[in-house]
């Protein structure tokens, strides 16, 4: 019966189609190289290899000869003969029709607050209380429902020494932890930044990443709450995360550098790898790490933090629960989150940021993959792009178009707010909130 799949194919040769459809010079071609398009169809995330000549033909409306080619033809004609170097065409971004509440409320933080440099939802406390971080240094609580402010701290900000700008120039970014004790202001893509008990006004760890390729990432830092304490995990060297009690500075990670020298200290831990934004799920059980390896390829990366604070200093190396999600050329600092603890989302459908489709990637980081493998996406939804959100029932995407409400059982698009680009996810409150100037705008989810 297998015999009946053979057949003759569009190369001239008995077997059976393997692949996606190649335009008829992609297929001919045996010596030279295309520049191709990836186009997609518009049925699913169908698509097919398009010379320039063909895609352009295509976008014209005019007919474009495609045909599927056996396994070595395509091996040919796919890794010897073309590169995709652009996307066209549409993926099917299917859509469901849901109700979606329009009402947002615009919040104004108080004028004797002045300017406002950032905010942090404070997630475990009762209410929709925020951190607010004014440009005169003030640290101050704001209970959005209430108008409630109460100033905690203020600190000295440093200027932040000058970098060449690539991604972004330096900026202060504010980070707080659960239940709002301790707050860090860092400068993402620079190198430092403090730790502050709100409690008491001590700075407790003054953050030194180090200047290397810095104005590449944000500043890695995250808060976690472990064990009825809060930790924080931090940059201290391009390629070196440590955890820190937030309390009294204590270092919970001790551990030689590794070298990428050989003799050196443990060269088979060294890591060429950049670290980035830091995202750790909801109960903070693991951390996405959107890093980099030169030259430059974007590695998401995943990991247990449970592991690495209970005994295993080199989980954010080594560890057995490390996963790679993906290698992508040129592209991160892109959007990333959690949905519960062991799925996580990004963006991008592609391997280089020159031919990436719009679109979020799902993973289950729990399980097991083949060792120096990226796991398979569980699912695949054409369509997110921008700031990924999610409460674990729905996938949210701000970017330019505004919200976008994605489902997680199917990958629908089920509702659209134009003109909204939330920022925030305030996780104890319910609310995607976007901070304009001197304001909040707020939406509540479901
Ligand atoms: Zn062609
Ligand atoms: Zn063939």
């Avoid at 190289?33 to 169809?41: E, G, K, P």
Wanted: charged share 20%.
């Amino acid at each position: 019966m297998h015999m009946n799949y053979s057949k003759m194919l569009s190369c001239g040769h008995q077997g059976v189609p393997f692949g996606y459809p190649l335009c008829t010079h992609v297929r001919v071609a045996r010596e030279g190289y295309l520049s191709c398009v990836r186009w997609y169809t518009g049925r699913g995330l169908d698509s097919e290899r398009l010379c320039g000549d063909c895609a352009a033909a295509r976008r014209r409306g005019e007919a474009v000869d495609v045909a599927l080619v056996c396994e070595a033809c395509f091996a040919i004609a796919t890794e010897d003969i073309s590169e995709v170097t652009s996307v066209g065409g549409q993926p099917e971004i299917r859509t469901r029709d849901e109700a979606i509440s329009k009402t947002i409320v615009r919040t104004l933080f108080p004028e004797s607050m002045g300017p406002v440099l950032d905010v942090a939802p404070i997630n475990e406390l009762f209410g929709a209380k925020w951190l607010v971080l004014a440009s005169n240094g003030a640290l101050v609580r704001f209970d959005s429902d209430s108008g409630v402010c109460e100033q905690l701290v203020t600190l000295t900000l440093q200027a932040a020494a000058p970098a060449e700008p690539w991604w972004s120039r330096v900026n202060a970014r504010l980070h707080v932890s659960g239940r709002g004790e301790f707050a860090a202001v860092v400068n993402d893509y620079g190198c430092d930044g403090t730790i502050v008990d709100l409690r008491t006004g001590a700075i407790t760890i003054s953050l030194e990443g180090g200047n290397y390729k810095s104005n590449t990432v944000p500043y890695a830092f995250a808060f976690v709450d472990a064990n009825g304490r809060t930790l924080a995990i931090h940059r201290t060297k391009w390629n070196r995360l440590d955890v820190s009690d937030a309390a009294t500075g204590a270092l919970l990670t001790t551990r030689e550098s590794p070298s990428a020298l050989p003799g050196g200290p443990d060269p088979g831990r060294y890591r060429d790898y950049f670290h980035g934004a830091l995202v750790v799920s909801p109960h903070g059980r693991r951390i996405l790490d959107d890093g980099w390896i030169w030259h430059p390829v974007g590695v998401p990366t995943t990991w247990s933090v449970e592991r690495w604070i209970a005994g295993n200093v080199w989980e954010s190396e080594d560890g057995e629960s490390r996963r790679r999600l993906a290698w992508r050329s040129y592209y991160w600092n892109r959007g990333g989150c959690w949905l519960d603890d062991a799925r996580v989302a990004i963006t991008g459908i592609g391997d280089d940021d020159e031919a990436m489709l719009d679109g979020a990637l799902i993973f289950d980081v729990t399980a097991p993959v083949k060792a120096g493998q990226c796991p398979e996406p569980t699912m695949t939804i054409p369509g997110p792009a921008g700031t990924l959100f999610s409460d674990g029932v729905s996938l949210f995407s701000a970017d330019a178009k505004g919200l976008s409400r994605w489902s997680l059982s199917g990958g629908a698009l089920t509702g659209r707010i134009a003109g909204f680009r939330p920022g925030y996810y305030h996780r104890g409150a319910c609310e995607l909130v976007q901070r304009d100037g001197s304001a909040l705008i707020r939406w509540r989810i479901g």
